[in-house]
């Protein structure tokens, strides 16, 4: 009897959403990582096509996320500072930790942002600013809880 043999074929290319999808990240987050150099886009008429390779290479490059167990009693963390540094990766939560932390004070969320920018890791200051600017039009804003 004959055997049926399925190749799989990878696409070259795929559209931002696709992209997305395949990352499990926003149209948004794809284009920042175009503008950074990270992913290879071209264009075709009006559209925009991601380079498949790029967006694997880019995937296989994560790091490995690694789950521990909470430490009982573990000491808490000593400002609003420490807390937001380590508790927020979306402009929505920077929004409801700066409106939480500096309400209405403009010149309290500048200096915030201004800390939270000079004390950031190498390379994560792009990132901070760019939540920065999008955790500003959201400030204030109501949200749903999640």
Not at 53 to 64: A, H, I, N, T
Request: charge should be neutral; glycine fraction near 8%.
């Amino acid at each position: 009897m004959p055997m049926l043999e399925v190749k799989t074929i990878e696409p070259a290319a795929l559209s931002p959403e696709g992209a997305g999808s395949y990352l499990s990240v926003t149209k948004r987050q794809i284009y920042f990582l175009i503008a950074d150099g990270v992913l290879i886009a071209k264009r075709s008429g009006a559209r925009t096509l991601v380079d498949f390779q790029s967006v694997k290479k880019y995937y296989e490059g994560l790091p490995f996320k690694t789950v521990s167990a909470s430490i009982p009693n573990a000491p808490q963390c000593a400002s609003w500072m420490d807390w937001g540094l380590h508790h927020w990766d979306r402009a929505s939560d920077l929004a409801r930790w700066l409106d939480m932390a500096a309400g209405s004070d403009e010149v309290a969320v500048g200096r915030i942002l201004g800390a939270l920018i000079r004390d950031a890791p190498p390379g994560a200051e792009r990132i901070i600013q760019r939540l920065a600017m999008d955790a500003d039009s959201l400030r204030g804003a109501p949200r749903t809880m999640h």
